[in-house]
């Protein structure tokens, strides 16, 4: 089994942190998102490899690159948070914490189109005000000034994110778990 890309190796070891056991339904298993179908093994296999590359991604990153792909794709609600909570203070910004830490959680957990904010599943779901810039400066600068800082810090974030999934495609090459590099 080999992964398309590093996006999808990293989307399925962090979704893995939520373990399903039920048993899956033969189409269930034919597409597994992110694994080559030329390279498909038992659903065990899948898991065991999704937790290898879980656990060296968490070792091998540097943790601030580890949390930033956390808070962007776990499943894990616990966790998710836990990561925003880690990257607020590393974050190079004039915005004050509260800002910081509703920009990086507006930005971690998009808000969901067409939900009202109640879903069937266990996911995290934030309501729409929580997305008003309006409440997240209680001194009520400027609209200017909060979308320069809400520009920055994203801008920011998804650096540290370019720079986690090209270090997560050099650690997949290396184990030749990348399709272009299985052939």
């Known amino acids: 089994m080999i ?3 590093a996006l999808s190796a990293v989307i399925r070891c962090l979704t893995d942190e939520c373990i399903d056991t039920a048993s899956k339904q033969t189409w269930q298993r034919l597409g597994q998102d ?11 296999a899948m898991l065991a490899l999704d937790c290898l590359v879980h656990a060296r991604l968490h070792r091998e990153l540097l943790p601030r690159l580890w949390q930033v792909l956390v808070a962007r794709y776990s499943t894990h609600k616990a966790r998710k948070v836990g990561a925003i909570g880690c990257l607020v203070p ?18 971690a957990i998009p808000p969901q ?11 995290l779901v934030l309501p729409p005000e929580f997305y008003d810039m309006n409440a997240w400066d209680p001194e009520g600068r400027s609209e200017q000034t909060r979308r320069r800082w809400r520009a920055g810090i994203r801008k ?7 720079k986690a999934l090209v270090e997560v495609t050099a650690i997949l ?5 990348l399709i272009d590099e299985a052939t």
Do not use: C
């Open 3 to 5: 992964y398309r890309n």
């Open 34 to 44: 992110g694994i080559s179908s030329s390279h498909h093994s038992s659903p065990q």
């Open 90 to 107: 590393l974050l190079n910004s004039p915005a004050p914490k509260l800002f910081r830490y509703k920009a990086v959680t507006a930005w």
């Open 113 to 123: 189109k067409g939900r009202d904010g109640k879903r069937s599943t266990d996911m």
């Open 156 to 162: 920011e974030l998804e650096a540290m994110e370019g």
């Open 173 to 177: 090459r290396d184990e030749g778990l």
